[in-house]
């Protein structure tokens, strides 16, 4: 399955944005969805994810209470609300699908999308 991010932007700190992660096939099926972000010069990170259940969701320390995962199991995209956003933020966001669980080991992800960039100015 191929998978494609979008809704990036640039957005200044304390703005939102909406990530889009939408699949080459009708839905995510039974896949655990992740967000990830690498920053120039660092190493990718894990951001949020989520089972296919919802009933387990994964977030970084430094977006709970900001970011917000979320998937229609009947729809295609999965979604990741930004909101308060930091400079800090700025990244280049990338979805994968895989599972079972809500992982931030990224090798338990199998498909990958491209990224989109934000970016948070001061």
């Known amino acids: 399955v191929q998978l494609q991010a979008s809704g990036g932007g640039l957005v200044q700190a304390g703005g939102s944005l909406r990530l889009s992660c939408a699949a080459s096939?009708?839905?995510?099926?039974?896949?655990?969805v992740g967000w990830f972000r690498q920053a120039p010069g660092k190493e990718r990170e894990a951001v949020a994810s989520i089972t296919w259940r919802r009933q387990d969701t994964y977030y970084q320390d430094s977006v709970k209470g900001r970011f917000t995962i979320s998937r229609d199991n009947a729809k295609n995209p999965v979604y990741l609300q930004m909101n308060s956003l930091k400079p800090e933020d700025t990244a280049v966001y990338y979805c994968?699908?895989?599972?079972?669980?809500?992982?931030?080991?990224?090798?338990?992800?199998?498909?990958w999308g491209q990224g989109t960039q934000v970016t948070v100015s001061s």
């Open positions: 994968a699908s895989g599972g079972p669980t809500a992982s931030s080991n990224s090798s338990t992800y199998n498909n």
């Open positions: 096939r009708r839905t995510f099926g039974f896949d655990t």
